[in-house]
């Protein structure tokens, strides 16, 4: 029976840890989905506007961060 509770422990320790690491892992894309920018407007942009536009996406993203993609 102690091998069975052994086992039934390590069973909820790897459950856990895989809901952490699975809210991590949700956590960040949504981090990295807010910060892109709608392909078909930087496709109607000039070059600079578009430079512009994804260099202060990238701020704006990056900024109050403690992680950086």
């Known amino acids: 029976m102690m ?3 052994r086992i ?10 895989l809901a952490n690491l699975t809210g ?6 949504r981090r990295l989905n807010r910060a ?3 392909s078909a407007a930087l496709a109607s942009m000039q070059p600079r506007d578009r430079r512009k536009a ?4 990238l701020a704006a993203h990056h ?3 403690s992680r950086c993609c």
Request: proline share 0%.
């Open 3 to 5: 091998v069975n509770s």
């Open 8 to 17: 039934a422990s390590r069973v909820r320790l790897v459950i856990s840890t």
């Open 24 to 29: 991590a892992i949700t956590i960040e894309v």
């Open 36 to 38: 892109r920018i709608d």
């Open 54 to 57: 994804v260099k202060a996406a």
């Open 63 to 65: 900024r109050n961060s």
